[in-house]
């Protein structure tokens, strides 16, 4: 099973402030990473797709890059509506999650 | 508008059953993958199964294998999750996702779209 583990656990930032998250896998997944946003009580919402595509109607604050078994995830500027939780997810074989990083309002 | 509607959460004992169901609307149903992903409380997410367009392949993670059963009827736009010999561990929110690779990811296995979710409790 290939394991994903996200960096920071948790990310305390203000708005209008870069928001840089990690997820490192334990074996390559070459460009099959995907991350997704999720606010309490409310389902994951696809961000990134393949590592750097954005999901549809996702705005382009939100950028995804890495390869391999390094991913990152930046939210450019803040919203306040950006403060959530997000996963990164892989495909290469089969699917599996990260834990989490939550993204928090200092 | 895509719609992902879940059913059939409860509170059981453990070794017994459960049926979950998802009610889909807004988009060709028979055209798309569908998966379980659950969500045991404040945790993180866990795939569970998938199943393809016509109900012809199914896989399972490893934790559900030989317990769980995923199935579908194309003509009543509906997916399903029985699962049976039920432990505490599957205490979770069950959420019922689609495919992104029939839409607009050019490969499947991320997910597009996800219900409100239906939570199932094992608990004696």
């Known amino acids: 099973e290939i394991v994903l583990t996200q960096s920071p656990a948790t990310l305390s930032l203000s708005p209008g402030e870069r928001a840089t998250l990690s997820c490192r896998a334990s074996q390559s997944v070459s460009s099959y990473l995907a991350w997704y946003q999720q606010k309490p009580g409310q389902p994951p919402r696809l961000l990134i797709y393949?590592?750097?595509n954005r999901a549809t109607g996702i705005p382009a604050r939100f950028s995804g890059s890495g390869s391999g078994t390094d991913f990152t995830l930046t939210i450019s500027s803040l919203e306040p509506e950006d403060f959530a939780v997000y996963y990164c997810?892989?495909?290469?074989?089969?699917?599996?999650f990260g834990g989490g990083t939550k993204v928090e309002i200092k | 508008q895509v719609q992902l509607v879940e059913s059939g959460g409860g509170v059981v004992q453990p070794g017994r059953s459960l049926r979950l169901s998802c009610a889909a609307s807004?988009?060709?149903?028979?055209?798309?993958?569908m998966h379980w992903v659950r969500q045991a409380p404040v945790k993180g997410l866990e795939w569970v199964a998938v199943?393809?367009?016509?109900?012809?392949?199914?896989y399972y993670a490893d934790s559900v294998q030989g317990r769980f059963t995923v199935s579908r009827d194309n003509s009543k736009n509906t997916l399903y999750l029985q699962m049976d010999s039920l432990k505490s561990e599957d205490t979770a929110v069950y959420y019922c996702?689609?495919?992104?690779?029939?839409?607009?990811?050019?490969?499947?296995?991320?997910?597009?779209?996800w219900g409100q979710g239906t939570l199932g409790t094992v608990s004696s």
């Open positions: 199943i393809s367009y016509d109900g012809s392949k199914k």
């Open positions: 807004g988009f060709t149903f028979s055209s798309y993958p």
């Open positions: 997810q892989q495909r290469s074989n089969s699917v599996t």
């Open positions: 393949d590592a750097s």
């Open positions: 996702a689609r495919d992104c690779g029939a839409g607009s990811c050019p490969v499947g296995d991320y997910f597009d779209y």
